[in-house]
């Protein structure tokens, strides 16, 4: 973990947003997958991490606005446990690495929770996503688990959210050393994409890697040659010529910071036309959106600016018609590309989504779209330095959706539908990157990773 003065003053500044009443953090526990002593591997919460660092389970944070006492609640390890787990810290000793020195047993939050709210005092605390998190909110507060989520605070959501958002010089180191593990799992991969070897074997080697240098993947692994279904966790295709393979793949830092990153690599590592061409329409995009990124700039525009890149490149292929900032307007592009440009990274590869997309990503003046494509776009405030965010364009030719829409003959006047028949068995193309904004731009983040025409050729040759 950091410093324990970098904790203290991440809650010192949490203190003077939050008026009164007391925050609770609960950390995760650990989940069982199939039995209750068989759990999956363990992950703290992102925001116990960031206010309290300690990455252990059964753990426990509050912070008392109105006097300003800070807790970590805990049960220590008795002998049966150290027998069967080995022996660990106090929970004192704990305490004192993230700065702080109060701790009491669990039994004694549920003391502390329930004075709380025999005072009406006012409880803070986070929407929780996990049902044994719920199901312990529920029990202390004496409301229903259910509905947990409804009763989070948005004003300590708003706060989190306003600090997690601008990330310090510490925590963009660790993101970098996050994308350096995407880097040797996207060569490795790059490497093996030969016709004839199985998806499965890829995506084993590299999660492999993320394990062997950091904490694992940060999201499940997306790796196929069906990338047009965006996150296509199947794994059970061989890989064939004539197709690209689509890796979307980040690590977690040893500190759980991550990485995303995606590659489109052609099995055989070579080319052809027609892939090099949709290739370098995407990767246009992706450096315009680059190039684009600097603080005050509004991310919801660079966005746009890299469909109509898209859109464009459509055009010069005879796959779109019309008038391309039109259609771009109008959402016909989403055909091709239906995701958002990007979202913020940190803690949490999508940050903070479980705090509420609109709370990261949005505000009173910018409000999220209903168009198809633009409404899932997850960032559209403008970027100010500190933020990390992900830049991931692309291109996919999805059957079912063309179909509907040839059907419906929804934006007819800006696609090709004829010329796209012969477009139904590409697949997809995404190309992603992650970025600081500067003072006075943005920072490719990390060991740059094979992304031209040339240098993944290169590496697969
Ligand atoms: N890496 C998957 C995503 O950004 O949705
Ligand atoms: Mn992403």
């Not at 950390?27 to 002593?37: D, I, M, R, W």
Request: charged fraction near 25%.
């Amino acid at each position: 973990m950091f410093s324990s003065e970098v904790y203290s003053d991440r809650r010192q500044k949490l203190r003077s947003l939050v008026k009164s009443g007391l925050a609770f953090f609960p950390g995760n526990v650990e989940s069982p997958v199939n039995y209750p002593a068989n759990p999956y591997h363990f992950r703290q919460d992102s925001s116990f991490l960031y206010f309290f660092g300690l990455d252990l389970p059964g753990l426990a944070g509050v912070i008392d606005f109105d006097s300003g006492d800070e807790w970590i609640f805990g049960d220590d390890f008795d002998l049966n446990d150290i027998v069967w787990m080995g022996p660990q810290p106090t929970v004192r000793e704990l305490a004192m690495k993230c700065g702080i020195v109060k701790t009491a047993p669990l039994k004694k939050l549920e003391e502390i929770i329930a004075d709380a709210v025999s005072k009406k005092r006012k409880i803070h605390f986070l929407p929780p996503y996990r049902g044994e998190t719920k199901m312990m909110l529920g029990s202390l507060l004496k409301e229903d688990p259910c509905k947990m989520k409804t009763l989070a605070s948005e004003e300590l959501i708003r706060a989190v959210v306003s600090l997690r958002i601008i990330k310090e010089a510490i925590e963009i180191e660790e993101i970098e050393k996050a994308v350096n593990i995407s880097w040797e799992m996207h060569v490795t991969a790059m490497k093996m994409c030969r016709a004839g070897v199985k998806e499965q074997e890829i995506f084993g080697v590299i999660e492999g890697i993320a394990w062997s240098k950091g904490a694992g993947p940060a999201f499940p692994v997306i790796l196929s040659i069906n990338g047009q279904t965006l996150h296509n966790h199947a794994h059970n295709n061989i890989l064939t010529e004539g197709r690209m393979m689509v890796t979307d793949a980040g690590a977690e830092s040893l500190l759980h910071y991550a990485s995303d990153i995606t590659r489109t690599t052609p099995v055989g590592g070579k080319f052809n036309s027609r892939q090099r061409d949709i290739y370098e329409v995407v990767l246009r995009a992706n450096n315009l959106a680059i190039g684009e990124a600097k603080p005050g700039k509004s991310f919801r525009q660079i966005h746009i600016d890299a469909c109509k890149a898209i859109a464009q490149g459509m055009k010069e292929l005879g796959l779109m018609k019309g008038d391309t900032e039109e259609a771009v307007m109008q959402g016909a592009h989403a055909l091709f590309m239906p995701h958002g440009l990007g979202h913020m990274l940190g803690l949490d590869v999508h940050d903070m989504e479980g705090l509420g997309e609109n709370y990261v990503g949005y505000n009173d003046r910018t409000k999220r779209s209903d168009q198809f494509g633009l409404s899932f776009l997850r960032f559209a405030l403008e970027c100010k330095p500190g933020h990390v965010i992900t830049i991931e364009p692309g291109c996919y030719f999805i059957p079912q959706l063309i179909d509907q829409w040839k059907s419906e003959g929804k934006f007819k006047e800006y696609i090709c539908y004829d010329r796209l028949e012969s477009y139904r068995d590409f697949g997809g193309i995404r190309i992603e990157d992650n970025i600081a904004i500067t003072e006075t731009g943005c920072r490719l983040l990390g060991r740059p990773i094979p992304k031209t025409v040339e240098e993944i050729e290169s590496v697969c040759s």
